[in-house]
Every structure is written in structure tokens, then in C-alpha cells.
């Protein structure tokens, strides 16, 4: 699948960090833990030059979390700035971003007025996403979470007190979602549009394992990135 706006393919498996780093990143820190090796690997081969803005922090615990546990491991990292979370399977136009990190709200999620099939669904009402599932259906939908959301640093400290509460209740397993819906942090999550730009979910799974998520860090434009690869073993 290409788009003539695109200077790589759609499933090119470098193209998600290369958005980030156009959007204007200094740091992409990555939260390694299934293949960590062939990551970093892949980082020396394609961002020599870039390594400066690279760090690694290492999940062990991969193969039993999910992505709000590596999310846990690098709040110190991520603390007092705004932030993106990215899910790694997505590739999308950087232009997309664009929008996203200059909104003045909290909570903001990325939303693609078509329906999907196979993905989380949103029932908005006037500037605020009111519900999300991928249960919603087409008639109730008002369209389709792309895996992109970004988060101010106003509502971290929120945020992370209450992923810690999930992880002390042995809850590491959860979605990211789960910590940062509008009932758990109290605050509306408002929206912007994918204006039709071209993105793109993979729903590969590679050696029998899920894709990563990555998370990045943005400071109006000069932040950091911080990124995941906890794939792990289907369930069974």
C-alpha cells in the first residue's frame, strides 16, 4: 500500500519513528523488551547520526505487562513534560501529529471520521470523545481512534498516580487506555482529525507476537520520545 504524500511505504517498519523525529523530537527514549537486541540494532543501522537523542530502557518483566507497565517504567524519565502516546503498529503521515501537539487540551486523542473494522471505535459529542470501544457499532460510531493520543504535562502527575495504583493491584497487564479515559483521570479527553491524511494499522504479528507500542515525549515541538517493544506471545 503507498500514497504519493509518503516518502516510504506505508509498511515500512521504520516509518512511525521517522514521524516522530520529523514532528520535531530531541529524544526518542525506547522501553525495550521482546527482541531488544534487533531494536537497538535497528537504531545504530538507520539513525547513526541520531543516536545522540536515543535512549533505552530496558523492561525484563515484558512477556507478563503490558504497555502501561512500560509507560510505569519511564515516568521518571517522561516527568513534568507533555507527552504522545503512540501505538508502533500505526504508520501515519507526520502531518497528522502536527494538529495534535499544538492542541491546548489535556486529554487529546487522534480520530479518523471513517469506521473500521478490527479497531477502537469513539462516540463523540460536539469537541469531546464521550466513549470508546471496539464493540461501538457503525451507526453510533463517530469514528475510529487511530492509536495516537497526546497528553499535557498539567495532567501527569494524575496520570501516573493512577497507573501506579493499577500496578500495585497487580493490574500491570492493563492497556494504557485503561489510566487515561475521562472516568479514571476526571478530565474531558477532546479531539483532532486525521483530515484525511493516510495512516495505517498493522495487524501483522510477527514471530507469533503482538506489534510494539511506542510513546513520545513532546515539548512545543523540542521534546522527547519515548517508545516500547513489549511484544509478547499470543494469548493462549
Avoid at 527514549?29 to 521482546?34: L, N
Avoid at 487515561?180 to 483530515?195: D, Q, V
Avoid at 491524511?197 to 510513546?215: A, C, D, Y
Amino acid at each position: 500500500m503507498s500514497d504519493p504524500n509518503w516518502p516510504q511505504r506505508l509498511d515500512d517498519p521504520g516509518l512511525s519513528d521517522r514521524r516522530a523525529m520529523v514532528v520535531g523530537h530531541r529524544e526518542i527514549g525506547i522501553v525495550a523488551g521482546y527482541e531488544r537486541d534487533q531494536i537497538i540494532r535497528h537504531a545504530l543501522e538507520n539513525y547513526r547520526s541520531e543516536l545522540p537523542r536515543f535512549r533505552f530502557i530496558n523492561n525484563p518483566a515484558f512477556a507478563e505487562t503490558n504497555n502501561i507497565y512500560s509507560l510505569w517504567l519511564a515516568s521518571d524519565w517522561l516527568k513534568g513534560d507533555s507527552f504522545v502516546c503512540l501505538n508502533a503498529d500505526v504508520a501515519f503521515d507526520h502531518r497528522i501529529l502536527l494538529k495534535a501537539v499544538s492542541s491546548p487540551a489535556l486529554i487529546n486523542m487522534i480520530v479518523d471520521p471513517e469506521w473500521r473494522e478490527e479497531t477502537m471505535k469513539v462516540v463523540i459529542a460536539g469537541s469531546q470523545v464521550l466513549r470508546m470501544s471496539k464493540q461501538i457499532s457503525r451507526g453510533e460510531s463517530s469514528g475510529t481512534y487511530i492509536g495516537i493520543r497526546t497528553l499535557s504535562a498539567d495532567i501527569q502527575d494524575r496520570l501516573f498516580a493512577r497507573i501506579g495504583q493499577l500496578i500495585r493491584t497487580d493490574r500491570e497487564n492493563e492497556f494504557f487506555n485503561v489510566a487515561s479515559s475521562n472516568s479514571r483521570m476526571r478530565h474531558p479527553c477532546w479531539f483532532t482529525s486525521t483530515f484525511g491524511l493516510p495512516w495505517r494499522k498493522s495487524m501483522i504479528r510477527r514471530h507469533g507476537v503482538r506489534e510494539t507500542t511506542r510513546f513520545s515525549k513532546a515539548d512545543s515541538g523540542r521534546g522527547r520520545s519515548v517508545g516500547q517493544s513489549d511484544e509478547r506471545p499470543p494469548d493462549r
